[in-house]
């Protein structure tokens, strides 16, 4: 994922990258993949120099007493281990808000030339 990652900021250096950390299961088993992979997010990734921002707020998910998603943000599903309800899909779009949003407070109001919501849109380039 750091190669991608380089690519994307050789295209462009000052655009915000953001990752989502592996939500959990309702399995042990891939779990133990899921933190595995969550914790070289944190370890290595983060300290490298290709600034990109982590969603935060995924352990809302978890259940800490079964190492699981939370039964309260999972599909009901008859054998879904993965997917999640409503609430938890909802929590999961306030997480990368607040990530993309806090983001954009920290940085201005334009990428580029452009302000936000023009490059969202796909409009016009800022005078100047």
């Known amino acids: 994922y750091k190669t991608k990652i380089s690519l994307i900021r050789k295209h462009n250096k000052n655009c915000k990258?953001?990752?989502?950390?592996?939500?959990?299961?309702?399995?042990?088993?891939?779990?133990?993949?899921?933190?595995?992979?969550?914790?070289?997010?944190?370890?290595?990734?983060?300290?490298?120099d290709l600034k990109v921002v982590v969603v935060e707020g995924f352990q809302s998910f978890m259940d800490y007493q079964s190492n699981t998603l939370s039964s309260?943000?999972?599909?009901?599903?008859?054998?879904?281990?993965?997917?999640?309800?409503k609430?938890?899909?909802?929590?999961?779009?306030?997480?990368?808000?607040?990530?993309?949003?806090?983001?954009?407070?920290?940085?201005g109001s334009h990428v580029g030339r452009r302000t936000y919501s023009d490059a969202l849109r796909n409009g016009p380039l800022a005078p100047g």
Request: aromatic share 8%; net charge positive; with cysteine.
């Open 17 to 48: 990258l953001f990752v989502c950390p592996v939500l959990p299961t309702r399995s042990l088993n891939i779990n133990r993949k899921v933190f595995a992979f969550n914790r070289y997010i944190y370890e290595d990734l983060v300290q490298t």
């Open 72 to 85: 309260n943000t999972a599909s009901t599903k008859q054998g879904d281990i993965l997917h999640l309800n």
């Open 87 to 107: 609430k938890g899909t909802s929590i999961l779009v306030v997480c990368i808000k607040r990530a993309i949003f806090g983001a954009k407070t920290k940085g």
